[in-house]
């Protein structure tokens, strides 16, 4: 009897390993923002940029990530002009600003301000005052939200490269 509970207990033991494994994972940063409810429409605008990709592999980098509601902020058909055919280069333009490559977490801006290259090539200002962190005209509303390949920042306005 003892010889079938092994043969038993170790493929059981074997496929418990698998899934804790598995579920321990950490996401990268694309998976991040497609499971949050609160960047539906980034997770649209990095897609139509064709930047998804590269934000589920490569890294690490720090996104600022506009919420919904930032989205929102902007003019009425500003989100559905962007995400037209004939916009893409402005639209890659605009998601690439609110990348940059490295993991800068929000302790990296306490007390100072930052000059952060963007993957767009313009200089991202991050601010760190009191109890808030400043991304050029945004702030975070919610810092360090953390993936395998990077750190994501919520912020509460979509930031603008010089056009």
Do not use: C
Request: glycine share 6%; proline share 4%; aromatic share 8%.
């Amino acid at each position: 009897m003892r010889v079938k509970t092994r043969f038993v207990a170790l493929p059981m033991l074997a496929l418990t390993l698998a899934f804790t494994a598995g579920a321990a994972r950490a996401e990268t940063l694309m998976e991040t923002v497609e499971a949050s409810d609160k960047f539906a429409i980034w997770a649209s605008a990095i897609e139509a940029a064709g930047l998804s990709e590269q934000l589920d592999k490569d890294g690490p980098y720090t996104v600022f990530a506009p919420t919904d509601e930032a989205f929102e902020r902007l003019p009425e058909g500003s989100v559905q002009a962007l995400l037209e055919p004939e916009n893409r280069d402005q639209l890659v333009r605009l998601v690439a600003y609110h990348l940059a490559k490295g993991r800068y977490e929000s302790g990296r801006f306490e007390g100072r301000v930052t000059r952060i290259e963007s993957l767009q090539g313009d200089v991202i200002e991050v601010e760190g005052r009191y109890d808030e962190i400043l991304v050029d005209a945004a702030e975070a509303v919610e810092t360090d939200i953390p993936s395998s390949n990077g750190v994501i920042h919520a912020i509460d306005n979509v930031i603008l490269p010089v056009w």
